[in-house]
């Protein structure tokens, strides 16, 4: 565990969450296989409290998970996933739970604290540029994924991981390690996903669930949008637009994940995707090498992240867009070109950050 020094320590969260009955938890919109790992992992460990075998983690004991977006199409098959739900009541609840977002506004409308009263409510995740929003926050920047810190939570819950929570939770730290293969991946990463195998997780069926999924539509729309990728300084990017989704009959589904495809070019240090949505706003994805951060550049525009991979949603027309975040991308990448020279030159060995 290393969370940072303003978080609540997960034996005082498990404690809470031990003797609560009416609970909450709810995972980020656009939700990824994080939060919805981390989400359906949750209901399991809190079903496991009782210590008796159910058939979903939200049957007993008044559990409910909520997503305001639907559950995407790769882990609908997960233990449990038919049974999160979009619209909760406001009340009453012994506790909210929010995983694996690192602001209130990326819970869309299920985070409604004026209605909750009195209910606390616990944050739990590992980003970066988390706002620590709730009354207890437990954010650990060094987990690879939420879904790694509900393996410490299951410790202090003293809850043993059952093969659905492992199953939940395994998909959890695939997806947002790439399979593995970020920066972020220790060896305590890979311990942790010894123990979550060894609890009955499969982890070729997850790999080829979660991450071998890319339908003829998403494949299309790549091909539109890869026709106009530009290469401009080190900064790779392209658009998606409303007409080339509908052209490649792609409903509004993310980038299918485009934005870690364009980092691959060697050519470049960042990658960025934009995307109109139907509400006239731009979503921008970012990815950076290791040894750049655009965790910054999202936080500024309203974002956040962790420092290789960011997001934020923001207003106005594509070229309005390119014209505010492309030079902001720019002088990030001065700066911490910069500072990996300086710090080569002073003999330091330059490290993905
Ligand atoms: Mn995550």
């Not at 990658?271 to 979503?283: A, L, W, Y």
Request: with cysteine; glycine share 10%; net charge negative.
């Amino acid at each position: 565990m290393n969370a940072t020094q303003t978080s609540t320590p997960l034996t005082d969260i498990a404690a809470i969450l031990r003797r609560a009955q009416r609970v909450l938890a709810i995972c980020h919109i656009s939700p990824d296989g994080d939060a919805i790992g981390s989400l359906l992992g949750f209901g399991w460990l809190m079903h496991g409290r009782s210590g008796t075998a159910g058939a979903g983690p939200t049957q007993e004991r008044g559990i409910t998970l909520a997503c305001v977006d639907n559950v995407p199409t790769p882990y609908r098959s997960l233990p449990g996933a038919t049974e999160i739900i979009s619209d909760p009541p406001d009340w009453p609840w012994d506790v909210v739970v929010a995983l694996d977002a690192s602001d209130p506004q990326r819970l869309g409308g299920l985070f409604r604290p004026d209605r909750y009263g009195k209910t606390p409510i616990i944050n739990l995740d590992h980003h970066v540029t988390n706002l620590r929003f709730g009354d207890l926050n437990y954010v650990d920047t060094q987990a690879a994924a939420t879904a790694q810190i509900m393996v410490d939570l299951a410790d202090a819950l003293g809850v043993p991981i059952g093969r659905e929570a492992a199953t939940c939770l395994l998909t959890g730290l695939v997806t947002d390690t790439l399979s593995f293969r970020t920066s972020n991946v220790t060896a305590q990463v890979m311990a942790t996903a010894l123990r979550l195998m060894e609890a009955g997780a499969n982890l070729a069926e997850i790999t080829e669930q979660a991450m071998n999924y890319k339908p003829l539509s998403m494949m299309r729309l790549w091909g539109l949008a890869l026709a106009r990728v530009r290469l401009q300084g080190e900064i790779i990017w392209t658009d998606i637009t409303g007409e080339m989704r509908a052209q490649a009959g792609a409903a509004d589904d993310g980038d299918g994940g485009l934005t870690s495809f364009l980092i691959r070019a060697p050519e470049a240090k960042v990658s960025v995707v934009f995307s109109e949505t139907p509400k006239g706003q731009v979503e921008i994805g970012f990815r950076a090498r290791p040894g750049y951060n655009v965790s910054g550049v999202a936080l500024s525009l309203g974002g956040g992240g962790h420092p290789q991979a960011a997001g934020c949603t923001i207003s106005g027309s594509l070229a309005a867009a390119h014209t505010r975040v492309l030079p902001l991308l720019r002088t990030a990448i001065d700066a911490q070109n910069g500072n990996l020279s300086v710090m080569a030159h002073m003999g330091f060995e330059v490290k993905p950050a």
